[in-house]
């Protein structure tokens, strides 16, 4: 078996994801060895994050578009209502909260129903896509998509969109800003190879348009 490890994300609209950038922008002035919101790194929120079998990917794409397709009206919109920070030892980690609900935890359960079949638990750092320096994926990262489903589903579903990494004194100024809250919008669901952090590294499927419910 030769696995792959996957994002199955919505992909935000346009407003959420100019603010991103924006932050994004302030993060990299802070730190400019941070990541960039470009083609390598899309904005997104995840909705599962597993290691599946590379040779099932198309198999697994076109049960999780199914699964959407079949789901019934769903409400993609929430609210974003500030931003979080996670220290990983000098550097902080910085994202956009993003209220949670009943309609993305359908999704996510559906989602994680359709691509179980086709998941595996012996993906290591090797799974991933490259890190444009060429360093190797953190074992931090592995562990985190392996255990995804189930610590991070269900009422353990922390949805949010991560916008970059900066000094941890940076990323809790930010933090620390005013912060008016505004909706966000799933424009579609895609189906992308993770990177290190947890980046959306390279689109692989587009599964769902979420603007035709």
């Known amino acids: 078996m030769d696995p792959i490890a996957v994002n199955v994300l919505m992909d935000p609209d346009a407003e959420i994801t100019a603010r991103a950038r924006a932050v994004n922008a302030r993060l990299r002035a802070d730190f400019p060895q941070g990541f960039a919101l470009d083609d ?16 099932r990917l198309a198999d697994a794409a076109q049960a999780v578009s199914a699964a959407l397709r079949d789901a019934g009206p769903v409400n993609w919109q929430s609210k974003a209502t500030g931003l979080y920070a996670l220290s990983d030892g000098k550097l902080g980690l910085a994202g956009i909260v993003i209220t949670p609900t009943d309609d993305f935890r359908r999704v996510q359960q559906r989602v994680i129903d359709a691509i179980s079949p086709f998941t595996t638990q012996a993906g290591t750092a090797s799974a991933f896509a490259p890190r ?15 255990g995804f489903i189930g610590a991070r589903t269900g009422q353990n579903y922390n949805t949010h969109l991560t916008v970059g990494i900066g000094t941890n004194s940076f990323v809790e100024q930010l933090k620390a800003e005013p912060f008016e809250a505004f909706p966000m919008h799933a424009v579609s669901v895609s189906l992308y190879h993770l990177g290190d952090y947890g ?10 348009d979420c603007r035709d419910r």
């Open 40 to 55: 390598d790194h899309a904005p997104h929120v995840t909705l599962v994050q597993c290691f599946i079998d590379r040779a």
């Open 199 to 208: 980046v959306a590294q390279k689109k692989l499927h587009h599964l769902h």
């Open 132 to 146: 444009p320096d060429g360093a190797a994926v953190g074992q931090a990262t592995v562990d985190y998509v392996k």
